[in-house]
């Protein structure tokens, strides 16, 4: 019997053909195996299971109807007629590749008719922990099948009956919040059936056992299991726990609510990526995320993120050249390295009721096009970006008057606005092509070195009449976008690429693939806004993270932050400015120059560096920690502390220093301070914090001196 190991960094995952070679099942996914440790394949079920097939309590890689009959299946089947389903048979040699960089699998089944084929696909990588894995369902038979669901993957967590799910919820403005749930026996779902990756939920969980209320010592581990879906169209992840068993099923890949896969003759079906990582403990999970992330981001990419200006917030639509131009000599003057004209610069955008889809400078606001403003920009020494939002029309558009028929609509059925506008159906070439040209109109027009291209609502009524393949709209949609966002790399390699959709509600792997940051959130409250950053560098990278210094306060604050505290909270990622530059004094915008200075002096740390979060931001003493080398930095926020009640100084845990070193502790502005420290004093004792950056935040930077 054939057992595959496959290798990544620090973890090892291994899966065999079942006895009679009909399916694949786990045998391992947790801490590096010695070479020659071939784990006994994992035969469940370990106790007698009645009135089920082998195939519901085996912990299958990959599950179709027609295999399992009991329990859930990650693939249905339709060919019509009734006849639902397939029984497979492993089918050639599996394809086995490994060389030093990692491993690749891909194992192929025929079911009973010999005319449908499933690849299970397996990639890792020594980089990384991060194990790809994809399916691929062929149609090589003369009759049209579906599959009302077509996922990725299974991943069998080894975590027991009893689990703990960690998950990211949301909703506009309060985006990845932190939430868990509890499995014992039952199913948890979460997903998106808007077009996008959505707000509701981030494509992203991490599993881990709940302790044994039967054998409360057997289940001792630290473990977690990471899973997300490499995708940003409609989704689904179900983690499951099932009576039988001592693993945790947790099955991801396209949504299965609204969307089905047709295969006419000869057509096959790829899915997105699903990926899956062990770590030895939660604190680690978010690092082993963020340094497989780091293959994705394009070499200059991490370092070299500017710092952005967004007027949006001082100006929304009401723009013109001179008061844009007046901003961005403010901002250049604080240290800005990117000046970014948003919503309201193109024809008749005088509000979110009209323009949307004619991507021409409004004459009266810009009577010589939007090279005045981007050469006054540059001559101020900072590149030009500009906001755009091209999957999206507004019913009073000329782009809608000449083309009706290119947004999504359920036939007759009365369309629907949301933020009034419909959504473009890019499933469709006409409407790809003209997206991708009229993008290579505009940033051949002058010279933009930054996009923002966001998203305002989610699809409804998607589907496409007369089309075959019309209930695969979001599949369609999400891969002509990726189309894009790559035809902007290939041609337009300086650009850089803001991802937003109303904030946070498209972004996962395959956006921060394509993008170079993110918009995480319209929440600029700098309370909220920490919690909403909290959850996403659980997930995803601080050199994505783009986050602006603005006026609100948002909902979780009685009274205002400080400056000191909104910066703290910006710099934690891709520091931006959001302010109203035309009517902050001089006084604070010379506190505002020092600060951006500040950052530039620790960015290469906050960008490059591992991050660690101690505390909870919702109350208390919160730490981020980022440590790269020998440097660490760290980023304090006291905004509830009870300074009558807690008399002695606040202190501070690194948990990033060199062992046996001294430290030597400079403040946020670069400042020596007579503080000196060792690692394990700093563990023990802490670090005491001056709040010399501002009374409610403080920044400390550890340098090492000696060991
Ligand atoms: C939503 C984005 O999140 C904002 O930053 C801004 O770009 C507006 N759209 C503009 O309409």
Redesign the pocket.
Same mark, same amino acid.
């Given at each position: 019997m054939s057992q595959w190991h496959l290798h990544t960094r620090r973890t090892s995952y291994a899966l065999s053909l079942t006895a009679d070679a009909s399916g694949a099942v786990s045998d391992y996914w947790g801490p590096a195996l010695a070479v020659g440790e071939d784990p006994a394949p994992w035969a469940e079920p370990d106790r007698f299971v009645g009135y089920a097939a082998d195939a519901d309590a085996q912990p299958l890689e990959y599950a179709s109807d027609g295999q399992r009959h009991t329990a859930f299946s990650e693939l249905l089947i339709d060919r019509g007629n009734s006849r639902t389903g397939a029984r497979w048979m492993l089918h050639g040699e599996p394809r086995w590749r490994s060389d030093s960089s990692g491993d690749e699998l891909e194992l192929a089944f025929r079911d009973e008719t010999g005319t449908l084929e499933l690849v299970l696909g397996y990639r890792s990588s020594r980089e990384h922990d991060v194990i790809r894995r994809w399916t691929r369902i062929a149609n090589h038979g003369s009759d049209t099948v579906t599959l009302p669901r077509a996922f990725s993957a299974a991943w069998n967590a080894p975590v027991g009956q009893r689990v703990r799910v960690d998950y990211l919820a949301g909703s506009w403005a309060r985006e990845f919040q932190e939430r868990s749930a509890q499995v014992h026996w039952g199913t948890f779902s979460i997903g998106s059936r808007q077009g996008v990756t959505g707000m509701s939920f981030s494509p992203v969980v991490r599993v881990s056992a709940l302790p044994d209320e039967d054998d409360v010592a057997a289940r001792s581990g630290t473990d977690v299991y990471g899973v997300a879906l490499d995708w940003s169209g409609s989704w689904r992840l179900q983690g499951e726990s099932a009576a039988v068993g001592s693993h945790a099923r947790v099955s991801v890949g396209v949504d299965d609510d609204v969307t089905t896969v047709t295969l006419l003759p000869g057509e096959e079906f790829r899915t997105p990526d699903s990926l899956g990582v062990h770590a030895a403990s939660a604190i680690e999970l978010p690092s082993r995320w963020h340094e497989f992330q780091q293959g994705l981001a394009r070499e200059r990419g991490r370092r070299t993120q500017p710092i952005v200006y %967004?007027s949006?917030m001082a100006t929304?639509f009401d723009v013109d050249i001179a008061q844009q131009l007046e901003l961005a000599r403010r901002a250049a003057a604080i240290g800005v390295e990117t000046f970014v004209l948003?919503?309201?610069w193109f024809r008749g955008r005088t509000s979110?009721r009209a323009g949307l889809g004619g991507w021409q400078p409004d004459p009266a606001k810009f009577p010589h096009g939007l090279g005045e403003l981007a050469d006054g920009v540059e001559a101020l020494g900072m590149r030009f970006g500009l906001?755009v939002?091209p999957e999206c029309v507004n019913p009073d558009s000329d782009l809608f008057r000449a083309h009706p028929d290119w947004v999504y609509r359920a036939e007759g059925r009365p369309l629907l606005t949301i933020r009034n506008q419909y959504v473009l159906d890019l499933g469709r070439e006409e409407v790809v092509l003209w997206v991708m040209a009229t993008l290579r109109d505009l940033l051949s027009s002058a010279p933009i070195g930054y996009l923002?291209w966001?998203m %305002?609502r989610p699809v409804t009524d998607g589907g496409r009449p007369g089309d075959p393949h019309g209930r695969q709209w979001s599949v369609q949609h999400t891969r002509n976008y990726y189309r894009v966002m790559d035809m902007l790399r290939a041609e337009f390699p300086d650009l850089i690429v803001e991802a937003?959709?109303?904030?946070g509600a498209r972004i996962d792997n395959a956006v921060l693939q394509r993008s170079d940051v993110v918009?995480t959130s319209?929440q600029v409250g700098p309370r909220d806004r920490l919690v909403i950053q909290h959850g996403f560098l659980s997930a995803y990278p601080s050199w994505t993270m783009s986050s602006w210094v603005a006026e609100d306060d948002g909902h979780r604050d009685r009274e205002a932050a400080s400056l000191g505290y909104r910066f703290a909270v910006a710099m934690c990622g891709v520091l931006g400015i959001g302010l109203d530059l035309s009517r902050t004094s001089d006084a604070d915008l010379e506190e505002c120059r020092r600060r951006v200075e500040a950052y530039r002096g620790i960015r290469d740390v906050i960008l490059d560096g591992d991050v660690r979060t101690h505390g909870t931001p919702h109350r208390g003493l919160y730490t981020v920690e980022y440590t790269a080398g020998t440097r660490s930095v760290l980023f304090v926020f006291d905004r509830d502390r009870d300074r009558v009640r807690d008399r002695d100084a606040a202190r501070v845990f690194p948990a990033g220093l060199c062992p046996h070193t001294r430290y030597a502790v400079q403040d946020g502005f670069g400042h020596a301070t007579e503080l000196q420290i060792t690692a394990e004093e700093a563990a023990v004792r802490g670090v005491p914090v001056a709040f010399s950056w501002a009374p409610d935040a403080d920044v400390l930077i550890l340098d090492a001196i000696e060991r």
């Open positions: %967004n949006w929304t948003d919503d309201g979110d906001w939002e923002k966001d %305002n937003c959709a109303s904030g918009w319209d």
